[in-house]
């Protein structure tokens, strides 16, 4: 029975996600050619201003791939059980921010064919960029199947209490809530999917409940509820 209840990713998340994760790790490569190629060319006194302007597209480039992969890890996520896989996965984006720009910071400071001059600005802003493309790309909020399953249990208890039925709620395509009534003003006319609170959760990483529609179920359902139980205990 609890089986059950663990979050699977929807053939449609695991599709996106695969293709956001193609997406970053293409951003990584063409980054880490620029930076070969900056090392290779561009540490120089007479070209310090392309080095920096290199510089800003490869952050730019490792900021957008984090970001991707960072999003295909909520669509996604792996298990906390692996702890070295989970760390990995989820830290990838800080970790390739870094090596982005390690080997240029290296090889500037230990470059003796420039200036003091040249090597303080360019070291300095290489370091300043490798700092801003870690911390970016880090991941403070990981997603895992632990608590992502958690989370969908916390939220089907929560549907309960408010007599809602946890399967049969609804949601539309662009939203990202989930309704308890049909025709609440959010989605009425719109075209919607209709399914239980984990399948929301699966198919687009709904995790929340419309504002509007829990308010009316305390209104009308939750009465409801304590009636019930009234009546049973009569
Ligand atoms: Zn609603």
Redesign the pocket.
């Known amino acids: 029975m609890k089986e059950q209840n663990v979050f699977v990713a929807s053939p449609e998340a695991k599709g996106e996600a695969k293709k956001l994760r193609l997406y970053a790790i293409i951003g990584w490569v063409v980054a880490m050619g620029l930076q070969a190629l900056s090392i290779m060319k561009l540490i120089s006194d007479k070209t310090l201003i392309a080095l920096l302007g290199a510089m800003v597209v490869i952050l730019a480039i490792a900021f957008f791939s984090a970001r991707f992969w960072k999003k295909s890890n909520k669509l996604d996520p792996t298990s906390e059980k692996n702890a070295l896989r989970f760390f990995l996965q989820n830290q990838l984006g800080a970790i390739m921010g870094v090596l982005c720009f390690l080997p240029m910071v290296i090889s500037i400071f230990t470059s003796n064919t420039i200036s003091g001059k040249t090597k303080a600005i360019a070291g300095t802003a290489a370091a300043a960029a490798m700092t801003a493309a870690g911390v970016s790309g880090a991941e403070f909020d990981a997603a895992s199947i632990e608590k992502y399953t958690k989370e969908i249990n916390q939220q089907n208890e929560a549907a309960k209490s408010l007599n809602i039925n946890a399967n049969n709620v609804y949601w539309s395509k662009a939203g990202n809530k989930y309704?308890a009534?049909k025709d609440?003003q959010?989605?009425k006319g719109k075209s919607l999917s209709n399914g239980s609170i984990k399948q929301s959760w699966e198919q687009k990483g709904i995790s929340e409940l419309?504002k509007?529609?829990s308010k009316k179920a305390a209104k009308t359902g939750a009465p409801a509820k304590a009636k019930e139980l009234m009546e049973t205990a009569n």
Do not use: S
Request: aromatic share 24%.
């Open positions: 309704h009534y609440c959010y989605i419309c509007v529609c």
